[in-house]
């Protein structure tokens, strides 16, 4: 249960940060109203990630190949269009390009988070 906290408050941070750097993603209401669309965003990302995301992986596979695994940004950026589908005007992504540099911005901020808390976890356990 810990480690899908954990997971949740990364992937809100990470989708938050994204909002917050490209014109093109943003979340829908007020300030209060802003940080509970953030975790209803998060949690519907983090779904897509884990039921959606393996089999387009499987499907895509020779792509991956090809491409030495920079398909993988053509993915997440799929997923991250499919969650702002999914969750309707909460949540906005504008077009494929936006997706596409927000998707980078929420693998390294997520990557960064996962690592100084495996890190303070260590510390501390």
């Known amino acids: 249960m810990t480690h899908f906290i954990i997971r949740l408050f990364v992937n809100a941070v990470a989708l938050w940060v994204a909002a917050l750097i490209l014109p093109g993603i943003h979340f829908a209401g007020g300030e209060t109203n802003t940080i509970i669309n953030v975790l209803i965003v998060a ?46 005007p909460r949540f906005v992504v504008e077009g494929f390009w936006t997706a596409f540099f927000g998707s980078i911005i929420i693998s390294i901020v997520s990557t960064a988070l996962s690592i100084m808390l495996k890190e303070d976890r260590q510390a501390t356990g």
């Open 43 to 88: 949690l519907i990302f983090g779904l897509v990630n884990a039921i959606i995301k393996p089999v387009l992986a499987l499907v895509t596979c020779p792509f991956y190949i090809l491409t030495l695994g920079l398909f993988t940004f053509v993915v997440n950026a799929l997923m991250l269009m499919l969650t702002s589908w999914l969750v309707g």
